[in-house]
């Protein structure tokens, strides 16, 4: 019997991908856009305020390419919460003007591969990991400007099968892992939220960082490492710039 | 020859997936939507009646993500039934507001890998067996505040055949699945239906729980057992917490 | 060099699946829907009668689920006749409130795996074989309630390449096979009807039963079959059940 | 290092599938149909037309199914033609009665696999071969009933790569596929265009016959011909019957 | 541990594929049409002309097959601009007739296998690896009529793991890719842009060419390198020609 990790859950993640619907937008009076753009402002001023008080965190994104205009990233203390904000969100003005493209929904997780103490001895844990782990389960969007978001599984074709290793082997495979990510420090932050039962990938990954170029490579290293080249299947990749509630307006005029 | 195991066939279900047209419900008179509201509560709160009759069961889910808003779920005794609850939610005034987004349709199943007797020796089979096979073929839905959705079937490869493995070997993986399944007892039932020859999966697994990280950690733990590592091969999963039918109003105000 | 079988074909095939425009329907005029109604059952009523004439048969079912709400089956003794169906029942008024959903075109046929000797002593073959070729060739669509429809293909990976099996092997694995199907004898009938060369997959399979968990068991079972378990890949289901022509305004009512 | 074969090309080949829009089609009225009828025809006659005179083909079809209603085949000499083609339906009244359903590009080729003296000794060729690869390189439609399209790739799967196999397997191989193709002299002509580097497969294949059981087994008998069984990845296929411009009323009229 | 070649990055891509609402366009008025033309043109002239300055490189093509119709191909030195060009083209009233077919975004690449040396020793690489490298990092585009566009990734299946070979094997198998691409000097050009972490595929292929067949034969040719035969995996591929801004009116008319 092969053991699965321990894991501990924090704040649940919403990516709410949303295309604009140009057509709708060149089209209608300037004072409904306007009315539109500041519902968009207020809404995601709103959620991004009430994220800075410890329970949860927004940001929205400008993304580059056709898969979407928009990504709005929420983390929240309930699943009941995104379910809402979603919903709100259509209640805006601004929303007439989008379309829903595509979604995420996950939970930020820590697991036995991190620190095996952490869930056989949790007293004995010291401050540091125990702040790591902290940092893990209730993730603060960073202020970087880029974001890059895939879902991503582990295989389990014949020689291919994560879920056949032993928990020494997955440990080690997440630990050169580990160690690609640590090279990253300071310059790619990263958020690992589970999606198993929640949606069609087994984890979602959202990567923050200043520079782009960073964000290519170190997905494109860590596909060298043989928890990746042998065990991870990859979804869609959706990239995107950060930007302040204040300019959709910004945003809106091209 | 490979044995099929037997099978008892109970209740059918429906998993009746819809988005809402938010843009045409934001654009609906006050009046409309009050109309519409109301029929979509009658409708919901008729079936759910008629459902505790023993006849079957109803419910009514919000799914969080964009591949759906709705989730209403249908177990009756006929197939014919299902049809007509699709098509009579078409001739609601919500209706108009709504569009498929998905469905599934399923059998309540038991097969031999639970009890080899209750096919060879009926008469012998003792109370709590037969109630927990009874439970199996007429699923009444749990009040959990969560649901989980997701279609599976078991792989044909090349060296992970389930269909290729004699009965004992099934029979023994299905018992190590049902362990962890009992891991969770209290915590998430479930409730498992064939679609073999019906949909586009073999089966259809419901999962209902008041904690989502359990329903996470269950699949999670499960996918480490070798009927689901080696043999299973999983679709899209849709996540939803329940509400009661008077509380569409709530829902659609967001 | 491996060998194909000998075939002989007999009616082509039309499914023809169609969602229902509900939205349409519900908003159109009393009258209109009338007149729609009137023409839906005139055409199927006119494409059942003609066809009872031995020169192929029609039907229309109701489908569960999202993917489609009407299956049209049509049997007929050129691709032109079918051809022609498909595009008359764009004139009617019924088809303003439908919209395609799927198709599938294919050609009834036996093989040398079912009679050798009707390909190399035509002349010995007896009667009753004769009889069912016949029925193989020309099928009628029985009276049973239930339909589902599957498209499938034989597997041509290393390992599991029904293609590079000698023609002894296919005909043992497709023996085995029609055991299965016999044990249902009575209580499902099917048409196997190759669309190698004018749809998607090798072949198109439509199974007819009065009971629903029949065709759920005939394709588990046949699953373990070898000709299904290493060579078979299928796509999707779609279950029906049949009404009349005179029931369309039932059918619409909800 | 493996050699590619070498090759010529002759005529691009556009592959325009459409449907109709009968929506729109029942609701224009009967002037406007007939203009787009006059239109229709009077666009394909010309493309015809100036086919005939040795520059290129153009022939339309019905299409059976509901993947598309029209397929139009166009072989010129440049590609520019077909862009200019494609470009121009759309200038045609009719055309705002149909919408795009699919497409292919790619160009007829001979290889080095149908003989190896064309391309190292031309003038020792005779005339035979100079005239068949002639046929090939600029391919008359010809005037048989039915049509139909599929696209291929070769497998570069471990154990069945065919871009792995030296030159004299490939060559042999395809021989092997070319005795098949002979036995249907007479009845079914085909057309091998490559899309490499043009379209999403390898190779457009398009198929004339007069009988459409012809052309399931031509396909069929090919598929247990090892360049197929092992190596051969198939697309979507279209079954079609031809038309003359003249004819575009009675299409349409059902 | 396997390891990354180290990679150096230039310019940004936006591969944006854009289809022509052919409906809208044949309805709207000759002024608007005109206005559009004029639009598209501007917008495109000024892309090109700024593009012109050193700061990166701007191409619209005539995309043939019904995937697309239009192909604009963007280099710059910020993925912001890329970003801004993007949504800034839907302030134009050309837009209004457009809709997104497809995007792609990348970022042009060197790596270690072209030359150890420019990492290792910048200070000692020649003046012409300098230049070369330059041209991949800041590649203009060329005047070429005709481009190809399609994305790729390397395998990563058991006895296919482009991932798991060490640097030496893949340094020479992309020595030998290159070899390919050199025999086609002064025929075709490439740009190879990675796009891990930013969209689908590991790496953005762009092809331009005078003669369509040598489009189609380079990468054919390379298919049977073992680089690309064992290890590429290769999405849709779009085939266009280009024309200058001043065109869109001819191109528009067919």
Do not use: C
Request: glycine share 8%; charged share 30%; aromatic share 14%.
């Amino acid at each position: 019997m092969i053991d699965a990790p321990e894991t501990d859950e924090g704040w649940f993640a919403l990516h709410d991908f949303r295309t604009v619907d140009w057509d709708a937008w060149r089209d209608a009076p300037e004072r409904d856009r306007e009315t539109a753009i500041e519902d968009a402002a207020a809404f995601q001023k709103h959620r991004e305020a009430l994220a800075r008080s410890d329970a949860g965190d927004s940001a929205v994104f400008s993304v580059t390419g056709s898969k979407a205009d928009l990504l709005f990233v929420h983390f929240r203390e309930t699943l009941d919460e995104l379910d809402r904000i979603q919903r709100s969100f259509e209640q805006t003005e601004f929303a007439a003007y989008t379309e829903r493209a595509h979604s995420y929904v996950s939970v930020s997780e820590v697991s036995g591969y991190v620190s095996d103490e952490y869930f056989t001895n949790p007293e004995e844990v010291d401050d540091g990991l125990k702040n790591y782990i902290e940092g893990k389960l209730t993730p603060e969007i960073p202020d970087d400007t880029y974001v890059s978001f895939y879902p991503m599984s582990k295989r389990r074709q014949p020689g291919q099968n994560w879920y056949d290793l032993d928990f020494e082997e997955r440990a080690d495979l997440m630990a050169g892992h580990g160690d690609v990510g640590r090279e990253y420090a300071g310059k790619i932050k990263q958020v690992i939220a589970s999606s198993v039962g929640l949606d069609d990938w087994e984890w979602g990954v959202t990567l923050f960082g200043d520079d782009p170029t960073d964000i290519k490579d170190i997905v494109y290293e860590m596909r060298f490492d043989e928890a990746s080249s042998k065990y991870g299947e990859f979804g869609d990749f959706y990239v995107g710039r950060r930007f302040p509630p204040a300019d959709f307006d910004a945003f809106l005029a091209g």
